[in-house]
């Protein structure tokens, strides 16, 4: 089963922290990518700041194009900064490779993928 591993947080708290802070986490990283490419095939991505984010809202009228406007959806503090997508043989594995990306200043949620929309690796 495909697994989505979001990480949430406030942005710009990892640029507060000190250099040897931002080296442990991003050593965090480093190990997860390091499992999940003995695994086999991921994706992943560093999601750019809000400021540079776009939302379509929904038309009033059917038969008109949704609206462009800036910024995110969501009107929180915490935003989605990254993701993971991995294959899993359970929920268990795939929380156990998430501890690697484990911090003080995030959220992790872990959430099975129904319908992944595409491959990873597309010679498979």
């Given at each position: ?86 294959d899993c ?36």
């Open positions: 089963m495909q697994y989505s591993i979001l990480i949430y947080g406030v942005e710009g708290e990892f640029e507060r922290l000190t250099e040897e802070e931002q080296s442990e986490i991003m050593a965090g990283h480093g190990r997860l990518q390091d499992r999940l490419k003995e695994k086999g095939a991921y994706a992943g991505a560093k999601l750019m700041p809000t400021s540079s984010a776009v939302s379509l809202k929904p038309a009033a009228q059917t038969q008109n194009k949704p609206l462009v406007v800036d910024g995110p959806f969501a009107e929180t503090k915490e935003r989605l900064l990254g993701l993971y997508i991995i043989e359970t929920l268990e594995e795939a929380i156990s490779l998430s501890e690697e990306i484990s911090s003080p200043i995030v959220t992790i949620e872990i959430r099975p993928i129904d319908w992944p929309g595409g491959l990873l690796n597309p010679d498979a």
